[in-house]
């Protein structure tokens, strides 16, 4: 079984201050990980994504994840917060299984100050 | 936007009911999943469709069902409705099942069970 798990569910920068979300995950095969970002009233929207091509991965709005097999982790970093950056926060891990549904991590809320 | 439709917006109903939900998939996506995301669950997958068959199931209760239709467009039914599922409703789609496929996400169905 997968599952991921999302330390802090709030976290609060400043605007321009580095922005860290913690993603583990836990799963049996070589996982797919995804981020993705949901703002007020909307659906969710892929960030980026781990798919085994490379360890750092880019993705958009300035956003970059690592995946380190190590320690089972997929964190989520911007170097420089903006005011824009506040939303909520999903980490997300698809396997080989039947289909490739998510599971979800509990999610970040991310609020940025001036 | 994502490309992704679903209907309606907003939803309130009593104890007891039955509504539909409806979600038209990105165009050319044969893939279609439905996730619940509440405050206590957190954001979870139901069930999934591939090309008009169920691929996969998820925590989907006895009294929801699903299909998708030979237009691909798929259709979530919540009968006997109870205060818990109150919930926001997700459709996405993809185009296949690998598990590397990004899923779409539509803006999501607010369903309110007085």
């Known amino acids: 079984a997968q599952s991921v798990t999302q330390l802090g569910s709030h976290v609060s920068v400043s605007e321009g201050a580095l922005v860290l979300l913690r993603c583990n995950y836990s799963?049996?095969?070589?996982?797919?990980l995804f981020w993705y970002v949901q703002y007020p009233n909307q659906g969710l929207q892929l960030l980026l994504k781990?798919?085994?091509?490379?360890?750092l991965v880019k993705g958009i709005n300035g956003f970059e994840a690592e995946f380190k097999k190590s320690e089972t982790s997929f964190h989520l970093t911007k170097p420089s917060a903006h005011m824009s950056d506040a939303a909520e926060y999903f980490c997300?891990?698809?396997?080989?299984?039947?289909?490739?549904?998510?599971?979800f991590g509990g999610g970040t809320r991310l609020m940025v100050k001036p | 936007d994502s490309g992704v439709t679903q209907t309606p917006k907003h939803l309130i109903t009593a104890t007891g009911q039955r509504v539909t939900l409806r979600c038209s998939p990105r165009?050319?996506?044969?893939?279609v999943y439905w996730y619940q995301q509440s405050l206590d669950q957190g954001l979870q997958f139901l069930i999934q469709?591939?090309?008009?068959?169920?691929?996969a199931k998820g925590n989907i209760l006895e009294r929801f069902s699903a299909q998708q239709f030979p237009d691909l467009h798929s259709e979530l039914n919540l009968s006997s409705l109870e205060l818990g599922d109150s919930a926001l409703y997700f459709c996405?789609?993809?185009?296949?099942?690998?598990?590397?496929?990004?899923?779409?996400f539509g803006p999501g169905t607010r369903l309110t069970v007085l």
């Open positions: 799963s049996s095969v070589p996982p797919y």
């Open positions: 165009s050319g996506d044969l893939s």
């Open positions: 997300a891990v698809s396997g080989h299984n039947a289909g490739n549904m998510l599971t």
């Open positions: 996405a789609s993809s185009v296949e099942v690998g598990g590397a496929n990004e899923q779409f």
């Open positions: 469709y591939y090309n008009g068959e169920e691929r």
């Open positions: 781990y798919t085994s091509a490379a360890t």
